[in-house]
């Protein structure tokens, strides 16, 4: 693991409210050992939402119960690829039952930490898990515990998946299907044409519906690519705009930890500065008796 991987999981896995403080230091670090490159990585990462310090918190503390969301995601992808409709739908059951049970072990897990996460943030950790199904890079971060915000997939089915039906098994030798096959050597008759030209026709309409899907299937994944492209861009302001606010927020700290030990420092100066007032006053009375008692003996020896 390279000291950056390392830092990555020091970051997500603490305190939300710890992580620029704890960035900002670990950044400085990097630049003071030299390493400008490691230092300017370690400066963009993000503080991660609520939801997603949830979610990175519970796979860290349940690797056993994350796995099992890797798993349905392989077994999901499997079945779309074979075109196991009754598979398929037993997934489905239990992928939602799954993503509940997960969910609810994510609330517990930051209760733990003293976090009651709300039913927005929950839904939100739903959306994170279920695409995380979807997807492969979803997952990936997941996985590794490395969450900035909650995501949510439009898509239809796990990603890059293509359904290919499942094989059509040839009859064995000798089974009552290859000896009611018909002989090639036997002539056709009338009905046995129509029959044939009804298939042909049944293929020529099924190609054209196919070949319609794929001209609709084409435009739907160019918008969908459009759209995350939007999303991405979108997704980027969002992060440049929240690092901006973490820069201020902890600039803001800095003024105010600044501020409270100028106020402290004025305080004390200013029992200082009545202390000093005090022993003036009390020197201008000094100095009047010490004037009074010169002139007095001044007087004595102009008498004598």
Same mark, same amino acid.
């Given at each position: 693991m390279s000291q950056f991987d390392e830092i990555v999981d020091e970051l997500y896995g603490s305190a939300p409210e710890e992580f620029v403080k704890?960035?900002?230091?670990?950044?400085?670090?990097?630049?003071? /050992?030299?390493d400008r490159d490691l230092a300017a990585r370690v400066a963009k990462l993000r503080r991660p939402t609520q939801s997603a310090w949830a979610v990175n918190?519970? &796979? =860290?503390?349940?690797?056993? /119960?994350s796995a099992l969301i890797a798993q349905l995601a392989a077994d999901l992808s499997a079945a779309q690829r074979r075109s196991a409709a009754d598979k398929m739908r037993e997934l489905s059951r239990r992928r939602q039952q799954l993503l509940n049970a997960s969910a609810d072990g994510v609330a517990r897990t930051a209760a +733990?930490?003293?976090?009651?996460? !709300? /039913? %927005?943030?929950? =839904?939100e950790v739903t959306? *994170?898990?279920?695409?995380?199904?979807?997807?492969?890079?979803?997952?990936?971060q997941v996985m590794h515990g490395r969450l900035v %915000?909650?995501?949510?997939? %439009?898509?239809?089915?796990? !990603?890059g998946v293509f359904v290919v039906p499942d094989p059509v098994a040839s009859p064995a030798p000798g089974s009552s299907a290859s000896k009611s096959r018909p002989s090639t050597s036997k002539p056709a008759s009338t009905s046995d044409t129509d029959g044939s030209d009804a298939a042909d026709a049944r293929a020529e309409e099924a190609d054209r519906a196919r070949r319609e899907l794929e001209s609709h299937l084409a435009g739907a994944e160019k918008n969908e690519k459009a759209a995350r492209?939007?999303? *991405?861009?979108?997704s980027q302001a969002v992060e440049a705009v929240s690092a901006e606010i973490d820069e201020l927020a902890g600039q803001a700290q800095?003024?105010?930890?600044?501020?409270? =030990?100028?106020?402290?420092?004025? +305080?004390?100066?200013?029992q200082r500065l009545t202390a000093a007032e005090r022993g003036r006053s009390e020197a201008k009375v000094?100095? +009047?008796?010490? &004037?009074? %008692? !010169?002139? /007095?003996? =001044? *007087?004595?020896? !102009?008498e004598l």
């Open positions: 704890r960035r900002n230091e670990l950044a400085k670090a990097a630049k003071d /050992d030299g918190q519970w &796979v =860290r503390a349940n690797p056993d /119960d +733990r930490s003293g976090i009651t996460l !709300a /039913d %927005s943030a929950i =839904r959306q *994170t898990l279920r695409a995380a199904v979807a997807d492969e890079e979803v997952l990936d %915000s909650a995501v949510e997939y %439009s898509g239809f089915g796990p !990603a492209a939007t999303l *991405t861009e979108a800095e003024l105010r930890e600044k501020l409270a =030990r100028c106020e402290e420092e004025m +305080r004390f100066a200013r000094g100095l +009047r008796e010490a &004037v009074a %008692s !010169a002139n /007095d003996i =001044r *007087t004595a020896l !102009a």
